[in-house]
């Protein structure tokens, strides 16, 4: 990322979106789950079908702007697959957790009995130890992730299938699987905020390893060996920080590495001049 672009108004409007996204989807995904005067524990269910619709919701309004990721997880995959750079992964990460922090308080203040606040953080239930939810973590986040990335790659393709419903409903099949075992996080700025509220840490390191771990399973399983323009050729690209671009252009083109790369050059070389 250039100077420019980093003091540009697009890049901070990305970032506004990524901290107003997370703010919406924790509060939300929180909201859900805590019970109502004279309710009992609903369950899985309210969750589950809260985090799908507002993602589907999100990704509608943020997607265009900064790709509605409102999770380091899915952040730190597209960084492992050279998807964004370092720097706007950073500040996106760093966006993403100060919304859900202010997600959680905004709705922690809102509570009418601040003891039903303990539904908010993710916990290791007693039945389980923390390798056993680590495990769950890895699992819902994997599919999660895997999904995201199949949508972003038929849309590459100009692909007329709704992504952003598949993409909801990734998340839904996320927390139905694991909400029992480990809460099915699946985003660690969602359990960072309530953290931070409410003071309770216990296990949290679960609740970051698994997500992320699980994410760039998912992201780098799915983008070098599942995706249209898989090859060796890309891995090698990723893995030696070579530009995967030009290698992704060939293997979808069927033309010559050479080709593709004297044509980037040429067009490069075009838009300097334009430039100047």
Not at 1 to 20: C, D, H, I, N
Not at 148 to 161: A, G, I, K, L, N
């Amino acid at each position: 990322m250039t100077w420019r672009e980093l003091r540009s108004r697009q890049f901070w409007r990305a970032t506004l979106a990524e901290l107003l996204g997370t703010l919406v989807l924790v509060s939300t995904v929180l909201g859900a789950s805590v019970p109502g005067p004279g309710e009992t524990l609903g369950g899985p269910l309210y969750p589950a079908v809260a985090v799908g619709v507002v993602i589907i919701a999100l990704a509608h309004c943020f997607g265009e702007i900064s790709g509605a990721q409102v999770n380091p997880a899915v952040t730190l995959s597209l960084l492992a697959t050279r998807r964004v750079d370092v720097v706007r992964a950073l500040v996106y990460i760093a966006a993403q957790c100060l919304g859900a922090s202010l997600g959680t308080g905004a709705l922690y203040l809102a509570l009418p009995l601040k003891t039903t606040a303990e539904h908010f953080v993710n916990r290791v239930p007693i039945e389980l130890n923390a390798a056993q939810a680590l495990g769950i973590e890895v699992l819902c986040t994997f599919q999660m992730v895997f999904t995201v990335f199949s949508v972003e790659d038929q849309r590459r393709r100009d692909c007329p299938e709704p992504g952003n419903l598949a993409i909801g409903l990734a998340h839904t099949a996320g927390v139905l699987i694991g909400a029992r075992f480990s809460g099915a996080c699946m985003n660690p700025a969602r359990a960072l905020g309530p953290a931070i509220i409410t003071g309770f840490w216990e296990n949290h390191w679960v609740y970051w390893i698994g997500p992320v771990l699980g994410s760039v399973l998912g992201g780098v399983s799915h983008e070098f060996f599942f995706a249209r323009s898989a090859s060796r050729q890309k891995l090698v690209a990723c893995l030696t920080c070579k530009d995967i671009e030009i290698v992704e252009t060939a293997s979808m083109t069927g033309s010559s590495l050479s080709t593709v790369t004297q044509n980037a050059m040429r067009a490069k070389q075009a838009n300097k001049q334009d430039n100047n």
